[in-house]
């Protein structure tokens, strides 16, 4: 029997968000302040996912296997921590460097540097996420049923902040098939406050191609949003 993948989804969009993310930070003119302030925003947002994904691995995925399978996690909630400590110091370097340019001091150098520090996180982390599909993936199927995965995941979704959701939301459109866009869609219509449903929509509107958009219009029975 075939069984969903368990980190599929949020797996999915950190891929896409940190290409995106070494992308925008090697096309970034370190002399120009309104550049690094875009790389810094962006820098937290998705840094933020990250943070938001480990919390709800460790006290709930990871917690639920450990209390049938002792210390199983404790290799990726060790790597959370040390990734989370890279996350910070690379924060407070954007922020740093924002800093001297207002000061009017040349940050080219450490501009390079910390462009070549994000790819490096990015690689820590595409690799860090294979780990956690191939090994932590496999612990999960064999100690919880479908069943028990899609309890947590509604449980991860039905705590998330709107604000963490509406960060979510371009890389979950921009990493999955559409029909599991319209999918999520439903559910959320299902389940969120109206003004959740709405904000993440105009993302979709965004992020997919005129058609594509018709397309989840035409699956959630809407005729303007």
């Not at 932590?136 to 919880?144: G, K, N, R, V, Y």
Request: charged share 25%; proline share 4%.
């Amino acid at each position: 029997m075939t069984r969903k993948p368990v980190f599929d989804t949020p797996h999915k969009a950190l891929r896409l968000a940190f290409g995106e993310l070494t992308t925008l930070a090697g096309k970034t003119d370190f002399y120009n302040i309104s550049a690094v302030q875009a790389l810094q925003k962006l820098m937290d947002e998705i840094f933020t996912l990250v943070y938001s994904h480990s919390h709800h691995e460790d006290d709930l995925s990871f917690a639920e296997l450990d209390q049938r399978c002792p210390n199983a996690t404790q290799h990726d909630r060790d790597e959370h921590q040390r990734l989370h400590q890279r996350l910070d110091e690379l924060s407070a370097n954007v922020h740093s460097i924002v800093d001297e340019l207002r000061a009017g001091q040349d940050q080219h150098t450490a501009g390079v540097a910390l462009y070549t520090d994000l790819c490096n996180l990015h690689t820590e982390m595409l690799i860090h996420m294979m780990e956690e599909e191939r090994d932590t993936q496999a612990l999960i199927w064999e100690h919880l049923s479908d069943e028990e995965i899609a309890d947590q995941e509604a449980r991860i979704l039905g705590s998330m902040d709107p604000e963490i959701m509406v960060l979510w939301t371009p890389y979950i459109i921009g990493s999955q098939p559409l029909k599991h866009v319209q999918e999520m869609f439903k559910g959320m219509m299902a389940t969120a406050p109206a003004f959740v449903v709405e904000g993440n929509l105009k993302v979709a509107r965004n992020r997919l191609s005129p058609g594509e958009y018709a397309q989840v219009e035409a699956a959630l029975e809407l005729s303007e949003v």
